[in-house]
């Protein structure tokens, strides 16, 4: 047995030894490669070719058989792109020539060109370095023995039970959240199924690790922490040739993409490049939660510049150097990245929008979402995880949605976003006019409360929402005015819901709903604990980022967390499974109706408006069956024929941690 090292997955092996992905192939830079039978007859020969797809790269590996195992396996990679007019171009001598040993680099000069990923492999060793497939100590002695790992491993042999054990041992050392995040991240790249084992099994005390807050603050530091690159970056430079970059990426088969560039993260404003945390936090969550395979996931982050001064000043700072490149240079840049994805990936990959500010972000989801399967994540995700928070909330505080009325700190994308889908599920329910719905539903700005007299100067996605009323400049004066029953922050600015707002929410509502949904926790609209302790313990409270539980008035209160991360995973997994080729509006529906659903008598008995998320696998799994069943009732689902139990179907399509067996 020998191991071939081949530059791209053959996409014929990949469906036909998905299950098994056998070790006779090992990655380069966390591809996978794994042979057919064919292939693995082929590879008894001396010279294996390992086909590259569409990717156009060819792998040929020869070895030299000594003492029944490989001395070394030489791999020459022909690089073979097609030339303008069609026929391949044989282009080794731009991609620096023929490597003659796995370790090149070591041997060359520093000023010498050398071909990083040209290698061979003979040794167990760099299957301890594929985060695919290691398994560290929880290696058996006979995948030791098979796969040439003796020696390179000390002689104990874990479960990985064991491992998971000792990683949240070190990881609760750690005081600072931050150093939990790196060594998390360290985890992923060195072995991603104990990493998602981590995760599924400790989600509640891990989430605010890998995602808000910490991972706000990670992507403030991006810049300094930065060690891999975990993802696709695609900039201004690559303009022209996003398809050849898409195909720089090793895996083939992706099946949903996170793609931000980098202008509005949470409520930190434009972190530019270092952006790039949140598709990957929320990606690790598609998986986590969602049970997308970590192989069909793929982080973009699309640089354009960045308008803040700090980081364009940074020393440290990985992204272009210059302004934000805006209006039709923008546009190109985002069109020829769409069409790359549906050229290179097919119909059926999912492209979610997330953290671009909403001068972009309305206008693409607009453009892209009758062409492509898109979704907004701050626009839509949000509004959906609002929404079921609402209904749930309903059986707290009595009455339906339209005897309710709303008012929003924030009109922007989460705030309108919720506010149309708040007045959509009104109008189905009261057969009123979605333009009748809206009116229950009133926003602030930073300008003050939006109406019909600043119509004219506001922009396009506030307008529905400029009712008629006296301008009022400030928050709290748009509380006592209006008299809401619900107050939804989602302004990105924290510590606006002050002691008066909060007071006056009290003072005519018996059960006041009070959602801070601004991320991190240092943009939260208030804490918890001042939402308890102003409204005298009455408040029904949700926030973006998770807070403690709080003790008030002899009772211990458990704030609900009112997050996109109850959405995204399980409404994606829904697309997937469904071969979904767009997202419609019925879907969020469906989407939050699921959610809602899984809010026990024991979780409102705490005054919880939201399941825990110790359970969201199975919350993901019943939002994916509402997701997929509505695509299939709109004829939008191509996977045929439709399963007849989707929940069970969703479950079982959903990725496991736990390791596979090597023969
Ligand atoms: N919990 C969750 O799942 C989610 C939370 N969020 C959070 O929501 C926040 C906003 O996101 P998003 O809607 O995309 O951002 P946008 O930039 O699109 O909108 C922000 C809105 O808040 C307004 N605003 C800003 N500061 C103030 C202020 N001091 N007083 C009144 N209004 C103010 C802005 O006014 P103007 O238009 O005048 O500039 C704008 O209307 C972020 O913190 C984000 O993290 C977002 C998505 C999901
Ligand atoms: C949660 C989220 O998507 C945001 O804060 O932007
Ligand atoms: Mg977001």
Redesign the pocket.
Known sequence: MFWIRSYEKSSSCYSCCEENRSLFAVSRAGGTSTLCPSQRKAASAAVVVCSAGSAGRTGVGEKTITNGRPAAVEVTVKETRKGPSGPEVDSRSTAGGVVEDVYGEDLATEDQLITPWAVSVASGYSLLRDPHHNKGLAFTQKERDAYYLQGLLPPACVTQELQEKKVMHMLRQYQVPLQRYMALMDLQERNERLFYKLLMDNVEELLPIVY?PTVGEACQKWGSIYRRPQGLYISLREKGRILDVLKNWPERNIQVIVVTDGE?I???GDLGCQGMGIPVGKLALYTALGGVRPSACLPVMIDVGTNNEKLLNDEFYIGLRQKRANGQEYAELMDEFMTAVKQNYGEKVLIQFE?F??HN?FELLAKYRRTHLVFN???Q??AS??LAGLVAALKLVGGTLAEHTFLF?????????IAELIALEMSRQTKAPLEETRKKIW??????LIVDSRKESL?HF?KPWAHEHEHLKG?LDAVKAIKPTVLI?????GK?FTKEVIEAMTSFNEKPVIFA????TS?SECTAEEAYQWSKARAIFA???PFDPVECHGQTFVPG?????YIFPGFGLGLVISGAIRVHDDMLLAASEALARQVTQENFDKGLIYPPFSNIRKISAHIAAEVAAKAYELGLATRLPRPANLVKYAESCMYSPNYRSYR
Request: glycine share 18%.
């Open positions: 808000t509005r949470l409520g930190l953290d500010a909403n972000a994540d701050d626009i995700g949000t995880v609002v700190l924030g009109a922007g994308e989460a705030g309108t976003g926003l602030v700005d930073s300008k003050g922009q506030k928050l922050g989602s302004s990105g600015a606006t949904l601004s991320n991190p943009q926030s973006g980022s967390q009112a997050n996109n991360a």
